[in-house]
């Protein structure tokens, strides 16, 4: 009985005990219930921070997740040796030149983790993958694109394999264009599209299998949103709407986007109170979930809200940048929301609790958004920004008044600033790595280079939340594949059901994230046909799969089951 002298952990058994027995009472989902208001709710904490590794000797300026639950980690490489290392006897190593010295490199700077054994594997990259973009295809390849010096029309690809033979592949086909801070979305057909880079006014797609597919186009709204020397127009926002256009945003504009006629369809409103939000300004976006259950019309097209957070004042980076003595501008705190399937979209502004620049924003299974890393003060760039910031935000999507919508969470201890990156994982972790401030590897300057992996739980994680997790047991489709339109069905096991709460089927593309732009995430929440309860604890839930290739993408989700805001563990399904 030594586990009572410790408070908390009476008060987390109790609890468990209580809602079991209680849940042994509760009648069938499809049973009409009382008010059950009286049944216990986690408490919301304010997360947990794990520090998985300390040094992986690279730092992480891109992560992709593919469908193996493996990530593909990767920095630059032409700024002299990593602090990896290859295996005995498979070293490989290159010969380039950095501020005119040759250089002999034989160190990784890519790594492949696999989640589930935390453990590493040094991957091969050969061109110059600097501030470069990616994509996940409806096979399940990472198609990576552009970069810096040698890799600035590169393609390359990587395809997930379950043993140590998946390397990178450079492709012998070349982008039409120059293609450093550009952007990547999966196109309906499958396709990739490459939009924008420094000086690149223009977009492009891969494959390149056809004449319209091999051509380069001009995107004038690229030039007009370009300021003079700082440019705040890089990594354009791209979010794929479902009636098959584009929205894209740069510098403080937005445009619907017809990428098959090279046409504008409708500029939205400017973005208020001079605020840039595009590199290296940079703030962040997300296409905020698509709820199949909420569809406007007949269309069977849902409601459409972009959320974009964060970014530094006109002038700020050549402020930091060209001075003498570095002035940092202090960052905004300011959030622009619209809807675009409104007849007369506009932006509503909302405020975070802090300034930030450089925020990663990241959609959750739950619909919250989560906004982490950054700094208060600066822009993105070479030690252009100071006064990192620690505590992460949640952004609660779904809460009907704005100022209840932030809420502030448990700190990190390591500054992630330029250069960091992090993604979802199926488990619900958010994994976080990277930044570099600097030009090289550098341990002793003021924001160091950090090498170290961590992991933030969210409040969602926390073990008061357990007995509400949801745990999928199998997926009832024909090679987990979902097809559009079609009904498939999800058993999983719930210790507590609470009735009184909606249980969701979200589906979540995996994103590419670098430089806070999470490229081609997206949440789905299906439409649920039925809920049955097969014994005490054992559920089948029925979802429609998506209504089309516009609202989702054929390819590789995560399928969560969410009840009472809190998700299981996913599973991989294709979507086709």
């Known amino acids: 009985m030594a586990i009572f002298k410790n408070p908390a952990a009476f008060s987390t058994v109790f609890y468990y005990v209580y809602a079991t027995l209680f849940s042994l009472f509760l009648a069938s989902p499809d049973a009409n219930f009382n008010d059950m208001s009286s049944l216990p709710v986690a408490p919301y904490d304010g ?6 590794h300390k040094n992986i000797g690279v730092s992480a300026m891109h992560m992709q997740l593919l469908k193996n639950n493996k990530v593909v980690l990767f920095d630059r490489t032409d700024m002299g040796p990593s602090n990896a290392t290859y295996p005995d006897g498979a070293v490989q190593c290159r010969d380039y030149s950095v501020k005119n ?19 590493f ?14 994509a996940v295809d409806p096979s399940g390849n990472l198609v990576q694109t552009g970069g810096y010096g040698t890799g600035i029309q590169t393609i390359r690809t990587f395809s997930p394999c379950d043993d140590d033979t998946c390397q990178w592949d450079e492709l012998e086909t070349k982008l039409l264009a120059h293609r450093w801070y550009a952007t990547n979305q999966i196109l309906p057909d499958g396709r990739v599209i490459v939009v924008g880079g420094r000086r690149a006014f223009s977009y492009e797609f891969y494959p390149k299998a056809d004449d319209m597919s091999s051509r380069l186009y001009y995107m004038r709204f690229l030039w007009e949103t370009a300021d003079p020397y700082e440019e705040n127009n890089l990594y ?27 046409a504008v369809v409708k500029e939205f409103p400017a973005m208020r109170g001079g605020v840039k939000r595009s590199y290296p300004a940079t703030g962040s976006s997300v296409l905020l979930p698509l709820k199949m259950d909420a569809v406007l019309d007949g269309s069977g097209r849902p409601e459409v809200e972009v959320l974009i957070c964060g970014g530094s004042y006109g002038g700020a980076y050549n402020k930091s940048n060209l001075n003498r003595v570095k002035v ?7 959030c622009g929301r619209i809807r675009l399937s409104d007849p007369d979209p506009k932006w509503a502004m909302e405020e975070m609790p802090r300034p930030r620049v450089m925020g990663d924003m990241l959609l959750l299974p739950n619909g919250d958004v989560i906004i982490l890393n950054g700094a208060a003060k600066g822009t993105a760039g070479w030690e252009d920004a100071i006064n990192p910031v620690l505590h992460p ?19 990190t201890t390591i500054p992630r600033m330029y250069h960091s990156s992090c993604l979802l994982l199926p488990d619900g972790r958010i994994l976080v790595g990277g ?22 739980l969210p409040p969602y994680l926390s073990s008061t939340a357990a007995p509400l997790r949801p745990t999928i047991i199998s997926i009832e489709a024909r090679e987990n594949i979902v097809s559009y339109g079609q009904e498939f069905s999800v058993n999983f096991g719930l210790s507590v059901y609470r009735p009184d709460v909606a249980i969701s089927v979200a589906l979540v593309a995996p994103s590419f994230t670098t430089h806070s732009l999470a490229m081609n995430q997206r949440v789905v929440v299906l439409e649920v046909a039925s809920l049955k309860r097969l014994s005490v604890f054992d559920y089948k839930i029925t979802a429609r799969g998506p209504p089309s290739a516009t609202v989702a993408p054929p390819g590789y989700y995560m399928v969560f089951i969410v009840h009472a805001g809190i998700p299981g563990q996913a599973l991989w399904v294709k979507v086709q």
Not at 47 to 52: E, F, K, N, R, T
Not at 328 to 334: D, E, K, P
Not at 398 to 404: A, H, K, L, V
Not at 435 to 456: D, G, K, Q, V, W
């Open 236 to 262: 354009p926002f791209l979010h794929l709407l479902p009636d098959g256009n584009l929205f894209v945003f740069a510098n403080n504009r937005s445009v619907l986007f017809n990428y098959t006629r090279n």
């Open 435 to 456: 930044s570099n401030p600097h030009e090289m590897y550098n341990f002793r300057r003021a924001f160091p280079t950090e090498l170290s992996l961590e992991a933030y």
């Open 121 to 134: 594997r040094p991957l091969v990259v050969n061109s110059d993958t600097w501030c470069s973009s990616g």
């Open 47 to 52: 997360g947990q921070w794990i520090l998985l």
């Open 328 to 334: 940092y501008v202090g960052a905004s705190a300011s």
């Open 101 to 119: 010295r040759t250089v002999t490199d034989c160190t990784p700077h890519s790594l492949l983790y696999d989640v589930a054994s935390d453990t």
């Open 393 to 411: 935000v949640m952004y609660k999507t779904y809460e009907p008044d704005p100022r209840r919508r932030f809420v502030t969470l448990n700190p």
